[in-house]
């Protein structure tokens, strides 16, 4: 949504002078002429190892197309997850989807091979929980169909993909982009722990098509002439939905399993992901008692007996996470002591499958800490924290002066105590130490080549890039498809905007604005010292109001349709001054990510 607001802003604000007689001459930008993807701007990085195990944990991921039971297909390592094809007696069921627009074009190929070969359609599209790796490439892989398909999601799904556009997209973009290895060059990246790499940065289009049919708790439907059984089973997010052929003993358990130690906690950031509910998810996947296991992320497992153990360990595994957490928790420990020493007993911890390729253990329990508790750790130290920049000062008066502090954290560098490095580095930052930035990159590469998990390992180099740097680029919706973005509710794009008020700035304003949406009930956003809020209705007392189709603010909102190209051809039209309009809207920040 790069130019949220900036982009509206400022040709609103050309429109006013247009029309105050000066000669511009606008183009509306064509809604549906996407331009061809650039390719990534990967982030300066010298080339660095992964750990042996990481680098051979890549191998799970090689591209191929795999058939685990007769006539079930699965498409591994074509992005970051995999791509299921069920062929039935009337037809095809496809299961899941990728990343991006990218991302599914790469396996186009295979599916309309597979559908000529067989003579079948897909007759049914299963998502099996809402993030991207699973929906966003559902338009490509569907065109070409003759008929519709069905379209499968547990009831949450859609509203949760939609919060793509909400308050916390800039961060969460940025921390996935991170976390993911975005921007890492080949040679300094392995894998993303639970696939090999995802296909969807800045640059990249998504096409979501809206679920069709939606779940509650289970249905059992007849899809293409077969019987399935849809299963709500919240684990790795609260919408997952578990897939069952009970003709055949095939279980596709979604993203509450895979050749990893599971993501109780994601570090892009999340909700909490409460370790009971995937418990007992698990516990109802065992009860299916399967003989071919085949999840959307690494490899499919076969054999009742080897899926019955690796189940019972996967529950067994996050059961003991969370019960010890809580034990933990109660004997009085903080999230830092309880990090210190928590680990998987020894037999579960020796499982190639439970190895923290992706999640960690450690900061699982933290998650459960937060999860139970909240934030405050217990100890007093942390309900007044004396702050970054005072800290650092304290810390230099301590060691004698800023000079004494970097000696320290090149000694630290040089002992391998890297996080302590790191520290201190932050401290330098805090004192603008112009030797900070180099220090802390260089703490950070060292712990990323020690690193087991992906998501860590990730993280901290892009993290080394940015020190020195770098800027993760903003993501833009350019090659998104209209019809994809005109499904969001209109409510997420209001509420994005009212939270990105500048309070301090507004805190002796009273000011309404009205949005008379033609297709949608009209709202009012209200500025009362210092809070956006959104009213239902047009306010008596606004000082303007706007008149536009949601479709028309939602592409003006992200700068891909020209505002005054809109007003001129009365497309929109403005009650009041365009003025007061632009006046208003200059109150809130442009979103600073997407
Ligand atoms: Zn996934």
Redesign the pocket.
């Known amino acids: 949504m790069r130019g949220f607001l900036f982009g509206f802003l400022s040709a609103l604000v050309l429109a006013a002078v247009l029309l105050a007689g000066a000669g511009y001459i606008f183009v509306l930008r064509g809604s549906n002429n996407f331009a061809a993807r650039e390719p990534t701007t990967f982030a300066p990085v010298e080339p660095l190892d992964s750990l042996p195990d990481v680098q051979a944990h890549s191998k799970l991921f090689e591209q191929r197309i795999e058939e685990p039971a007769p006539g079930v297909h699965v498409a591994i390592g074509y992005g ?2 995999n791509v299921i094809l069920i062929e039935a007696d009337e037809g095809l069921i496809l299961v899941d989807t990728l990343e991006s627009i990218r991302a599914a074009q790469g396996l186009k190929p295979w599916l309309d091979q597979m559908r000529a070969r067989t003579g079948k359609e897909i007759t049914d599209l299963i998502y ?2 809402n ?1 991207a ?2 929906v966003f490439g559902a338009g490509v892989l569907l065109e070409g169909q003759t008929q519709s398909p069905r379209i499968w999601a547990q009831e949450q799904t859609q509203d949760r993909v939609h919060e793509v556009v909400s308050v916390l997209t800039p961060i969460t973009f940025k921390r996935a982009m991170r976390m993911f290895g975005t921007y890492l060059p080949n040679e300094s990246f392995s894998n993303n722990g ?2 090999p790499r995802l296909l969807n940065d800045d640059q990249d289009g998504v096409h979501f098509l809206l679920p069709t049919q939606t779940v509650g708790e289970q249905e059992e439907v007849i899809m293409a002439g077969e019987r399935v059984i849809l299963r709500h089973a919240p684990g ?1 997010t609260l919408d997952q939905l578990l897939v069952y052929l009970p003709e055949r003993g095939v279980l596709l358990p979604a ?1 509450n399993y895979y050749h990893a130690f599971p993501n109780l906690y994601t570090i892009r950031g999340t909700p909490y992901r409460d370790p009971r509910l995937w418990v007992a998810s698990l516990d109802a996947m065992r009860a299916f008692a399967p003989d071919v296991m085949i999840p ?2 690494s490899q499919p497992v076969l054999g009742a007996a080897e899926i019955e153990t690796r189940l019972r360990n996967y529950r067994d595994a996050i059961q003991y996470v969370h019960d010890e957490t809580i034990r933990l928790i109660n004997e009085g420990l903080s999230p830092d002591q309880i990090a210190e020493v928590i680990e998987l007993p020894p037999h579960l911890a020796q499982e190639p499958y439970l190895q923290e390729f992706y999640g960690r253990v450690e900061w699982a329990a933290r998650a459960v800490f937060a999860g139970t508790l909240g934030w405050f750790s217990g100890d007093p130290v942390d309900l007044l924290p004396v702050g970054l920049a005072r800290e650092a000062e304290l810390m230099r008066e301590l060691a004698g002066g800023a000079d004494q502090l970097y000696q320290a954290a090149q000694s630290a560098l040089a002992k391998g105590e890297f996080v302590w490095a790191l520290q201190l580095a932050r401290h330098l930052i805090q004192l603008g130490d112009d030797r900070a930035a180099s220090l802390q990159a260089q703490a950070l590469r060292e712990l990323a080549a020690r690193e087991i998990s992906s998501s860590g390992r990730n993280y901290f180099l892009t993290m080394a890039a940015e020190a020195e740097g770098f800027e993760i680029p903003k993501n833009s919706i350019a090659n998104t498809p209209a019809e994809v973005l005109n499904g969001i509710p209109i409510e997420n794009f209001m509420v994005a905007l009212a939270t990105n008020l500048r309070a301090s700035e507004n805190l002796d304003i009273e000011v309404a604005y009205g949005f008379n949406f033609t297709d949608e009930a009209p709202l009012t956003i209200r500025i009362r010292r210092g809070v956006a809020v959104i009213e239902t209705g047009l306010a008596d007392d606004a000082v303007g109001t706007l008149t536009t189709s949601t479709d028309n603010f939602r592409a003006m909102a992200i700068d891909r349709a020209n505002a005054a190209a809109l007003l001129l051809s009365g497309e929109i039209s403005v009650e009041g001054a365009v003025t007061e309009l632009t006046a208003f809207l200059a109150r809130f920040n442009p979103p600073s990510g997407q």
């Open positions: 970051l997850a099996t929980h993030h790796d699973h639970i696939g790795e993203d959307q992320h």
